[in-house]
Nanobody, 125 residues
Framework: QLQASGGGLVQAGGSLRLSCAAS????????MGWFRQAPGKEREFVSA????????NYADSVKGRFTISRDNAKNTVYLQMNSLRPEDTAVYYC????????????????????WGQGTQVTVSS
């Protein structure tokens, strides 16, 4: 089970840190990703981190502003979001993909086997 937390209401330019805690699974066995879905829009890829933490991937829209990290000892993955914009408003989901998932495929939500419940991020202008 994946539990996402840390969302909230923030003004444009502010920061939030999302956390994704795993229970019943060891996150070190999985590549981990963050996706988001805004009202009326399709789910989109935000960021991913390999099982070892050695590789990361970001959507162009968040590159330079968001940082993904993981603490396998705490079985937790984080998404540090800085310089937030109103267009970042969405429900953010964390997800886990099996370790053997080709790195080139981590942007595809269908490659993820397990999903958290989502946490709302609202950025006011």
């Amino acid at each position: 089970q994946l539990q996402a937390s840390g969302g909230g209401l923030v003004q444009a330019g502010g920061s939030l840190r999302l956390s994704c805690a795993a229970s019943g699974r060891t996150v070190s066995n999985y590549a981990m990703g963050w996706f988001r879905q805004a009202p009326g829009k399709e789910r989109e890829f935000v960021s991913a981190i390999s099982w070892s933490g050695g590789s990361t991937n970001y959507a162009d829209s968040v590159k330079g502003r968001f940082t993904i990290s993981r603490d396998n000892a705490k079985n937790t993955v984080y998404l540090q979001m800085n310089s937030l914009r109103p267009e970042d408003t969405a429900v953010y989901y964390c997800a886990a993909a099996v370790r053997s998932t080709p790195w080139s495929m981590v942007v595809a939500g269908e490659r993820y086997s397990y999903w958290g419940q989502g946490t709302q991020v609202t950025v006011s202008s």
